[in-house]
């Protein structure tokens, strides 16, 4: 009784059914503004990435075959849907010279559409032409102060992010942690400190940059100075857990990616004593960060809330206030460094610049190389720059971040 009428009525001899598939065309994600993002390595380190769906990808979901574009990571992976549609298709008769005699069936898929950021394509672009000229390893990120949506990150050379993945000691761009951890405790910027040649902790002496030495001055002058001395004695003073507590305020109570990409946040070791634990006060010892993470802390002096980083509109996925003495000194003592301190240079005209620079040790000996680093806010933009191997924060990573202010701010 097998006829192929018993496939579909209007299949004769020698005719053939064909399944056509027409996959649409990705749509863009786009930056603040639904201004298109560049297609830069460093963009894709933020947004994520698209490749070809495997085979498991492919039988998860009837809509996909393999090799199909398909998000592999952070929005690219988790908008995929919206992203990329659904295919549209016929399935059709065809006679044997290969013309459609009949259509069986037909399913009109669905549009692709766009998905929004929360990066800033011309601070993208700023922030990529600031460091692009360094002549070391370096990176820029930049935050919005009020929510702690990543606005830029750009990495020199390009291939690793380490804007976003770099694992490094902050050097004296922690003491605003320390400040934290002492406003916390009850002290004050008049507070006294002593900012000594040298600080000995269990047989080990540690020493300021050049050595300075200022001797008995207010906590708001030794941070503008950035006294190591100063910073060591005082986290010896503080109550035991202080430090700690004010490193899981900013957010520096683990280093697990705080990005749905491959990202690295801020590693504090809370259990130190002894020499660790006077290290880490100045941001040395095992403290590791990176770039985002600084950026984020400098943002929550500016707004005076930690915000976890983001890169979708809308709220922080997590926030921590800060006391309102936190806050405002934070605030007091980073325009110190700006317009009495070791950061003068970054007073520019127009809306005021709060700073932190930042030098550090990344070797061994009499003279280790150094990593340097400044972190500031002007208005709600928050950014953190570190140059490898560069010197000294005031004078290698500084002017990387005046050329990006003056660019995207007033």
Same mark, same amino acid.
């Given at each position: ?22 996959? *649409?065309?990705? !749509? ?9 993002? *560049? ?23 009837? +809509? ?9 990571? &952070? ?12 295919? +549209? ?14 259509? =069986? ?28 000229? #360094? ?34 000691? *902050?050097?004296?761009? %922690?003491?605003?942690?320390? =400040? ?25 002496? %540690?020493?300021?940059? &050049? /050595?300075?030495?200022?001797? !008995? ?13 100063? %910073?060591?004695?005082? $986290? ?14 900013? @957010?520096?109570?683990? /280093? ?15 259990? $130190?004593?002894?020499? $660790? ?11 590791? #960060?990176?770039? =985002? ?6 943002? !929550?002096? /500016? +707004?005076? #809330? ?7 509109? @809308? ?7 800060? *006391? ?18 070791? &950061? ?15 030098? $550090? ?15 500031? %806010?002007? &208005? ?16 290698? !990573? ?13």
């Amino acid at each position: 009784d097998w006829s192929p009428q018993a496939i579909a009525p209007t299949l004769k001899t020698g005719d053939q059914i064909r399944a056509t598939r027409t996959v *649409p065309s990705r !749509a863009a994600i786009l930056g603040t503004g639904n201004q298109p993002l *560049p297609a830069s390595a460093d963009v894709r380190a933020l947004v994520g990435t698209v490749g070809p769906a495997t085979t498991a990808q492919a039988k998860a979901d009837p +809509s996909l075959r393999t090799g199909d574009p398909i998000g592999q990571s &952070g929005l690219q992976a988790s908008s995929d849907a919206t992203l990329r549609g659904a295919p +549209s298709g016929n399935l059709t008769v065809v006679d044997p010279a290969g013309r459609v005699v009949a259509t =069986l069936a037909r399913w009109a898929g669905r549009a692709p559409a766009p998905v929004s950021s929360t990066v800033n394509p011309t601070m993208q672009a700023a922030a990529a032409a600031a460091i692009s000229h #360094t002549g070391h390893p370096s990176a820029l990120v930049a935050i919005d102060t009020t929510n702690g949506a990543v606005l830029a990150a750009a990495s020199n050379p390009a291939g690793y992010p380490r804007a976003l993945m770099g694992q490094y000691p *902050p050097g004296s761009t %922690f003491k605003m942690v320390t =400040l934290t951890a002492a406003l916390m405790a009850g002290r004050t910027l008049a507070s006294p400190t002593s900012c000594s040649p040298t600080a000995t902790v269990d047989g080990e002496s %540690f020493h300021n940059a &050049g /050595g300075e030495s200022f001797g !008995a001055i207010p906590l708001l002058q030794a941070f503008a100075v950035s006294c190591n001395t100063s %910073f060591i004695n005082l $986290a010896e003073s503080l109550p035991t857990g202080t430090l700690a507590t004010a490193a899981r305020l900013l @957010g520096c109570d683990t /280093g697990h990616a705080p990005l749905p990409v491959p990202s690295f946040g801020c590693s504090y070791p809370a259990s $130190a004593t002894g020499t $660790a634990y006077a290290s880490s006060a100045i941001g040395q010892g095992t403290v590791l #960060t990176s770039p =985002l993470a600084i950026a984020a802390i400098a943002a !929550a002096a /500016g +707004s005076g #809330t930690w915000h976890q980083t983001h890169i979708t509109p @809308g709220a922080a996925p997590s926030s921590h206030p800060l *006391p309102a003495a936190v806050a405002s000194g934070l605030r007091a003592a980073m325009r110190a460094v700006v317009t009495s301190g070791t &950061g003068t240079s970054a007073n520019l005209p127009g809306t005021p610049v709060y700073g932190k620079t930042g030098t $550090a040790e990344i070797g061994s000996g009499k003279n280790p190389p150094t990593d340097a680093w400044f972190a500031a %806010f002007r &208005g709600h933009i928050a950014v953190a720059v570190v140059v490898e191997d560069a010197g000294y924060g005031a004078t290698a !990573a500084l002017p990387l971040v005046t050329n990006f202010l003056t660019t995207v701010t007033h």
